[in-house]
């Protein structure tokens, strides 16, 4: 699985087209109780509430996308292009759904696909 988009390498202003986003780490977290709602960071999803991070207790995966040139460059272990996280400005962290059929990283691309970042990319 993969998703299709444009990436500019950050600080450059170089932007590599069709470049290959993989999900490389979903990491699950079990909120045992809710929590009390962060103070802003600064980071551009921060009071939508489309992409806020839910502060309930339940299950959270927290993704970190890795890029590539293309799928043939991440199958010849080339260099990465770069990494996505939450210091991307593109949410890294999404509630689990537990009684769903989807596998956890089938949940975390869905939800990227919901993301303004990746809401046009392809599927891979």
């Given at each position: 699985?993969?998703?299709?988009?444009?990436?500019?390498?950050?600080?450059?202003?170089?932007?590599?087209?069709?470049?290959?986003?993989?999900?490389?780490?979903?990491?699950?977290?079990?909120?045992?109780?809710?929590?009390?709602?962060?103070?802003?960071?600064?980071?551009?999803?921060?009071?939508?509430?489309?992409?806020?991070?839910?502060?309930?207790?339940?299950?959270?995966?927290?993704?970190?996308?890795?890029?590539?040139?293309?799928?043939?460059?991440?199958?010849?272990?080339?260099?990465?292009?770069?990494?996505?996280?939450?210091?991307?400005?593109?949410?890294?962290?999404?509630?689990?759904?537990?009684?769903?059929?989807?596998?956890?990283?089938?949940?975390?691309?869905?939800?990227l696909k919901t993301v303004d970042y990746y809401v046009n990319a392809t599927e891979a």
């Amino acid at each position: 699985m993969a998703l299709i988009r444009d990436f500019e390498i950050m600080g450059t202003g170089l932007t590599v087209p069709n470049a290959y986003h993989v999900i490389t780490q979903l990491d699950v977290e079990k909120r045992m109780a809710d929590r009390n709602f962060p103070q802003p960071t600064g980071r551009v999803y921060q009071g939508n509430p489309d992409l806020d991070v839910q502060w309930t207790a339940g299950y959270y995966g927290r993704i970190v996308i890795c890029v590539w040139k293309d799928a043939a460059s991440r199958e010849a272990n080339k260099n990465m292009l770069g990494i996505i996280n939450a210091d991307y400005q593109v949410p890294a962290v999404f509630k689990l759904d537990t009684t769903s059929t989807d596998s956890y990283l089938t949940q975390a691309y869905k939800f990227l696909k919901t993301v303004d970042y990746y809401v046009n990319a392809t599927e891979a």
